[in-house]
């Protein structure tokens, strides 16, 4: 009897030692699948999140271009020098994209009033505008020349000279800080000009490199821009090399196609593959590409920054009060024969009178609201990423 008992009892308790052992495997395998389930559900999430983020810039600016009427879409097309009088009210009129800072803005001015002058601008705008100035550092850079900001934006060469690499992203990272305070988005560089000759105009302004250098520092420093979300604009499309100074005089680059690719095409093809938001193009005129017009308004010219070099990202100007374009067309005509050419947005002064001037050739046919759409759509898609919409 006693032997029976113990016999039904060990029996009982390896039915229930391996029941356990089953539960466990069942609640492990539950677990390893519960664990995996939660990693694809996890996975799919950041996929529709990332989609959604894609998707949010997108409907965004067709949202913000659904309710643009023309005059406001052509408008947008401008970033104007800050006019002496009715800053203000030449928003509202002419439905500016953006202001552009010139010395005049800044002179005899503390950090607090451009500030207060910025926000005032942008209050005046229904579509948040882009601020601009030339902060290259050194001799092109109006904060420091107006001591705005002390110590003052040296040049890409003294960064370089004084710690390397790191004191060109240090730089960078300063410019930001200044410029989120005073509410700038655009500083207008990197320079991607390859020039080696000391005596050359626009040597100061670059990293004085050949055109591997150049290219590591155009790299470089967009790169650090995207961190630091400033819009960055390579400029000057061809490349000045050691070519004469468009600002005063009507200048002929006589370089050819070749030497063109082989050496000044690099900065930029490394700015746009580190993720470049825009391109400036000089007013020039590059005998190998266009011998006829100025870079500026030539649609040969731009043909190369789109089919050739592969970039889709907003196409600016140069200012088109420079000699080099002034003295060889009118504003007027200029003005819309710099969007024909394949500009997205003009540096102009001139507004007042090529706004009207554009509007009207868009009722003859001959700038299309398609290529506006264009444009106004790389603007738009530019400023949601920088934050502004």
């Known amino acids: 009897m006693k032997k029976s008992i113990l016999t039904s009892l060990l029996f009982f308790s390896a ?14 395998s539950a677990n390893s699948n519960s664990t995996k389930s939660s990693e694809t559900t996890k996975q799919t999430e950041q996929t529709t999140e990332s989609k959604n983020e894609e998707m949010t810039v997108k409907e965004k600016v067709a949202k913000t271009m659904q309710a643009m009427t023309l005059e406001e879409k052509v408008g947008q097309l401008f970033m104007a020098r800050v006019p002496e009088q009715n800053q203000e009210a030449d928003i509202q009129s002419y439905h500016l994209g953006g202001y552009l800072l010139f010395d005049r803005d800044m002179e005899g001015k503390g950090q607090a009033d451009v500030k207060q002058a910025i926000a005032s601008y942008q209050e005046a705008s229904k579509i948040p505008m882009f601020i601009g100035s030339d902060e290259e550092g050194g001799t092109v850079s109006r904060l420091s020349r107006n001591q705005i900001v002390s110590p003052a934006f040296k040049n890409p060469q003294t960064l370089y000279q004084e710690n390397g690499w790191e004191g060109i992203t240090q730089e ?3 410019k930001a800080q200044v410029f989120g305070e005073l509410g700038i988005q655009l500083g ?9 000759d000391p005596e050359s105009f626009i040597y100061d302004r670059t990293i004085g490199m050949d055109a591997e250098g150049t290219s590591h520092y155009v790299k470089l420093s967009v790169e650090e821009m995207k961190k630091q979300k400033l819009g960055s604009t390579l400029k000057h499309f061809p490349g000045y090399g050691n070519n004469r100074d468009s600002h005063v005089e009507i200048v002929t ?10 050496n000044d095409f690099l900065p930029f093809e490394a700015g746009i593959k580190a993720g470049a938001d825009s391109i400036m ?30 970039f889709t990202g907003v196409i600016m100007t140069d200012d088109m009060d420079m000699a080099g374009l002034a003295n060889f067309i009118s504003q007027e005509e200029a003005g819309l024969q710099a969007l024909q050419a394949g500009n997205d947005l003009i540096l102009s002064s001139s507004y007042s009178s090529q706004i009207p001037y554009i509007l009207e050739a868009i009722k003859k046919g001959e700038y299309s609201e398609q290529q506006l759409d264009q ?15």
């Open 15 to 28: 039915v229930i030692i391996l029941a356990a052992c089953g539960n466990s495997t069942k609640n492990s």
């Open 172 to 174: 960078i990272d300063r």
């Open 188 to 196: 207008m560089f990197p320079d991607a000009d390859v020039s080696t």
């Open 253 to 262: 680059d006589t370089r050819s196609m070749d030497e063109l690719r082989k």
């Open 281 to 310: 193009v000089s007013h020039n005129i590059v005998q190998a590409i266009d011998g006829d017009r100025p870079a500026s308004i030539s649609k040969p010219v731009h043909d190369v920054i789109r089919n050739e070099l592969g």
């Open 375 to 389: 444009s106004v759509e790389r603007l738009l898609t530019w400023k949601v990423e920088l934050g502004l919409i």
